[in-house]
């Protein structure tokens, strides 16, 4: 199948609610009970929480062809060995963004007081968590997904940042259908955004296993430094 023969338009969830995880972000924060501290977050949270519109949005997409270090999918190429093992059964997959939303993202912006910065970007974080939820929650409702994995553009050198570009063309015009922008830097806008790429495997994967970056807040896998050599060096 190539792109001309998919015609499968993207899907936007765009009535996501959003609530903030008061106690996980009072414990991120540091944030001690009772406190004038906590009381002034709260109200900040409560402020977001009647403002925020998280948004996401995916396309099936089929594979077309797979090199040695890359993948053709409906008629788009992605350059990355990686990826490529990582999909090495898969006939087919979902490319998605999901954001906290251009609300919550201006709101951060007018925050004047360091603090309150500080809160709102960990709120934007909390809301870019649940779109992502209720985007897998979807998927997994819809297609009877088993067991699946992810990778985002600039998440590992073999799949650089500035692959965002032919992912993103692969969704149309993300900035019209959810707000979200890909400056000429390859980074997202609102900042509290994420793309990728969701498949199915039958090995988890996380990037967090290839990448051996230190002291990282969210590292999800331990780092394994002899995993690439044992399944994806040529």
């Known amino acids: 199948m190539n792109a001309n023969e998919n015609n499968e338009p993207p899907y936007i969830l765009d009535e996501i609610t959003y609530r903030p995880n008061l106690a ?36 099936l997409v089929f594979i077309d062809e797979k090199r040695t270090d890359e993948v053709i999918i409906d008629g788009v190429t992605l350059h990355s060995r990686v990826l490529r093992v990582n999909l090495d059964t898969a006939l087919r997959a979902f490319v998605y963004i999901a954001t906290c939303g251009q609300e919550l993202h201006a709101w951060g912006e007018g ?9 709102a970007d960990a709120i934007k974080q909390d809301a870019l968590v649940s779109a992502i939820g209720a985007l897998n929650a979807h998927l997994k409702m819809c297609y009877k997904l088993g067991k699946t994995s992810a990778m985002s553009p600039g998440s590992l050198a073999s799949w650089p940042i500035r692959q965002q570009r032919p992912l993103f063309s692969l969704l149309g015009d993300p900035q019209a259908a959810i ?56």
């Open 179 to 234: 707000g979200v922008q890909l400056t000429d830097s390859f980074l997202m806008i609102p900042n509290k955004s994420v793309s990728g790429i969701r498949f199915p495997t039958e090995e988890s994967f996380q990037s967090c296993q290839l990448c051996p970056r230190e002291g990282c807040p969210n590292r999800r896998a331990a780092y394994e430094p002899e995993l690439y050599k044992q399944r994806y060096q040529v």
């Open 111 to 119: 925050q004047t007081d360091m603090v309150a910065q500080f809160w």
């Open 24 to 59: 996980a972000l009072k414990k991120r924060l540091r944030l001690r009970e009772g406190s004038p501290l906590e009381t002034d977050f709260v109200a900040l949270a409560g402020e977001a929480e009647a403002i925020a519109k998280p948004r996401a949005m995916y396309r």
